[in-house]
């Protein structure tokens, strides 16, 4: 057994650990991180990665379908879903021996196992019950990020009921599919196997598909779903799973009771995460766990002094590049930078990759109104664009919420070809605290989608141009 001193050891090697360890690195801080399983974590193995490269597939596919729309021959269209997951999984080892190579380039150790908190300052590492190491540090940072929630009666059995792990590796195409829960994950992997051909429905227990997007802007891409054959049931909630011998029957209860059968070969449950902190030592700290979560201050600071939490583990938005912003925060406080400020959770945003994609930043017009604003909306179709229209994708919008009295950006909402690609200019000018003024007088560059962002102010002040 080693004991190895560190300034700084980061439990979990995810897009928050990883991160938060090359950062301490580069401010002179002797760091260490410990991982399980992979380094990269959830996002970049199981996650973020290897699902954008199923629907980049799928949208290789779809287009593929469509050529003759374009004046193209494509004759024979098919897929291998084998090597369709090969590839996935080829990109994410890929990447995940990049994150290795780049803690090494910054001479951060690796110990490859799991941590857990032994006294002050204190670490012990184990991997497959055996010790690995004993390490110290004055600051000890927990990034264990989260995994898939369940509920009773719906739990994942790896055969005929999935969680995203299963989903990402699927043995056989499914010619139906159930999927619960109609967030990101749960709306990304609809939106794969319906490309591919699979009779999808979607249950949500809330009223609104994608809840936590704008209510219009999630309202037309549930037009597109279901213009694209996929069937959307809101306001209910699936109650039971009964498994026959080779399909899965779902009682689908709605709000006022009724209750429906639905028979499919495969489940995707999809309803959520809950926070990794089992198994961490925390009995005995004054670290505070809050609906499955670490409480943790504005710059990763829990209750138990010298111990820190980022990341899925410290709370929503569950998102990779929130993870790695407050592990930044978090570091450059520990290293006592100067002007190290607490992220604004507000301005972090948000993308979905489904057909179509949707990306978000900031306040939706509900949240906006419900905190007092008068506001200023603006909206643009994509059908008036000439490059949405010139690429074939002329379904679309970008909204946009203004501050009547300041003129401050509260919001943008996007849904649409490649607006996950859109919606950084909008953090930009959020975090910039630029106003319509501004905005109004960038010059857009033409033919793009991007010109959208900018008709879209104009015509929250009666200025669009091209409707």
Same mark, same amino acid.
């Given at each position: 057994?080693?004991?190895?001193?560190?300034?700084?050891?980061?439990?979990?090697? *995810?897009?928050?650990?990883?991160?938060?360890?090359?950062?301490?690195?580069?401010?002179?801080?002797?760091?260490?991180?410990?991982?399980?399983?992979?380094? *990269?974590?959830?996002?970049?193995?199981?996650?973020?990665?290897? #699902?954008?490269?199923?629907?980049?597939?799928?949208?290789?596919?779809?287009?593929?379908?469509?050529?003759? =729309?374009?004046?193209?021959? +494509?004759?024979?269209?098919?897929?291998?879903?084998?090597?369709?997951?090969?590839?996935?999984?080829?990109?994410?080892?890929?990447?995940?021996?990049?994150?290795?190579? $780049?803690?090494?380039?910054?001479?951060?150790?690796?110990?490859? *196992?799991?941590? /857990?908190?032994?006294?002050?300052?204190? $670490?012990?590492?184990?991997?497959?019950?055996?010790?690995?190491?004993? $390490?110290?540090?004055?600051?000890?940072? $927990?990034?264990? *990020?989260?995994?898939?929630?369940?509920?009773?009666?719906?739990?994942?059995?790896?055969?005929?009921?999935?969680?995203?792990?299963?989903?990402?590796?699927?043995?056989?195409?499914?010619?139906?599919?159930?999927?619960?829960?109609?967030?990101?994950?749960?709306?990304?992997?609809?939106?794969?196997?319906?490309?591919?051909?699979?009779?999808?429905?979607?249950? !949500?227990?809330?009223?609104?598909?994608?809840?936590?997007?704008?209510? =219009?802007?999630?309202?037309?891409?549930?037009?597109?779903?279901?213009?694209?054959?996929?069937?959307?049931?809101?306001?209910?909630?699936?109650?039971?799973?009964?498994?026959?011998?080779?399909?899965?029957? +779902?009682?689908?209860?709605?709000?006022?009771?009724?209750?429906?059968?639905? #028979?499919? =070969?495969?489940?995707? &449950?999809?309803?959520?995460?809950?926070?990794?902190?089992?198994?961490?030592?925390?009995?005995?700290?004054?670290?505070?766990?809050?609906?499955?979560?670490?409480?943790?201050?504005?710059?990763?600071?829990?209750?138990?002094?010298?111990?820190?939490?980022?990341?899925?583990?410290?709370?929503?938005?569950?998102?990779?590049?929130?993870?790695?912003?407050?592990?930044?925060?978090?570091?450059?406080? %520990?290293?006592?930078? /100067?002007?190290?400020?607490?992220?604004?959770?507000?301005?972090?945003?948000?993308?979905?990759?489904?057909?179509?994609?949707?990306?978000?930043?900031?306040?939706?017009?509900?949240?906006?109104?419900?905190?007092?604003?008068?506001?200023? %909306?603006?909206?643009?179709?994509?059908?008036?664009?000439?490059? +949405?229209?010139?690429?074939?994708?002329?379904?679309?919008?970008?909204?946009?919420?203004?501050? +009547?009295?300041?003129? !401050?950006?509260?919001?943008?909402?996007?849904?649409?070809? !490649?607006?996950?690609?859109?919606?950084?200019?909008?953090?930009?000018?959020?975090?910039?605290?630029?106003?319509?003024?501004?905005?109004?007088?960038?010059?857009?560059?033409?033919?793009?989608? &991007?010109?959208?962002?900018?008709?879209?102010?104009?015509?929250?002040?009666?200025?669009?141009?091209?409707?």
């Amino acid at each position: 057994m080693a004991d190895t001193k560190f300034d700084v050891v980061i439990v979990g090697g *995810g897009p928050g650990g990883y991160v938060t360890a090359i950062r301490a690195a580069q401010l002179g801080l002797k760091a260490a991180v410990v991982e399980r399983k992979h380094l *990269g974590g959830i996002c970049l193995n199981w996650g973020c990665i290897p #699902t954008k490269a199923l629907l980049r597939s799928a949208e290789v596919y779809r287009n593929m379908n469509h050529a003759a =729309e374009y004046g193209l021959t +494509a004759e024979k269209v098919g897929f291998d879903l084998g090597k369709i997951i090969a590839r996935s999984r080829k990109v994410s080892k890929k990447l995940s021996g990049g994150v290795g190579f $780049l803690l090494k380039k910054h001479k951060v150790a690796v110990f490859d *196992g799991e941590g /857990k908190l032994s006294g002050p300052g204190k $670490l012990e590492v184990a991997k497959d019950g055996k010790a690995v190491a004993s $390490l110290s540090a004055k600051h000890i940072v $927990l990034a264990t *990020g989260a995994r898939a929630r369940t509920l009773p009666g719906l739990e994942p059995d790896g055969k005929f009921v999935w969680s995203y792990m299963e989903a990402l590796v699927p043995d056989a195409m499914p010619k139906s599919l159930l999927v619960i829960g109609s967030g990101a994950i749960g709306i990304e992997f609809a939106s794969f196997f319906r490309t591919l051909g699979a009779a999808v429905t979607v249950v !949500e227990v809330l009223p609104q598909v994608l809840p936590v997007e704008d209510a =219009e802007i999630a309202a037309l891409a549930r037009k597109q779903f279901e213009k694209d054959g996929m069937t959307i049931i809101t306001g209910a909630k699936v109650t039971g799973l009964k498994k026959g011998k080779d399909t899965v029957t +779902a009682t689908v209860e709605d709000e006022k009771g009724k209750k429906s059968e639905i #028979t499919v =070969e495969r489940v995707i &449950s999809a309803v959520g995460v809950v926070g990794n902190v089992e198994n961490l030592g925390l009995e005995g700290t004054k670290v505070k766990i809050d609906r499955g979560c670490i409480v943790a201050d504005g710059y990763g600071r829990t209750g138990e002094p010298g111990v820190y939490a980022i990341g899925d583990v410290a709370g929503p938005p569950m998102l990779a590049h929130k993870a790695s912003h407050e592990g930044i925060v978090c570091i450059e406080k %520990i290293a006592g930078l /100067k002007d190290v400020h607490p992220m604004d959770k507000n301005r972090i945003p948000g993308c979905t990759y489904c057909h179509p994609q949707i990306a978000s930043v900031g306040l939706t017009e509900a949240r906006a109104k419900d905190a007092g604003r008068e506001v200023r %909306i603006g909206r643009f179709p994509f059908m008036g664009n000439g490059k +949405a229209i010139a690429l074939g994708e002329p379904e679309g919008m970008i909204k946009t919420i203004f501050d +009547a009295k300041s003129g !401050e950006l509260l919001g943008a909402h996007m849904v649409g070809a !490649e607006v996950t690609e859109l919606i950084q200019g909008y953090v930009v000018a959020m975090g910039l605290e630029t106003t319509e003024a501004e905005l109004i007088h960038t010059v857009f560059p033409h033919p793009t989608l &991007s010109e959208m962002m900018h008709e879209s102010v104009l015509d929250a002040y009666g200025r669009v141009i091209h409707i």
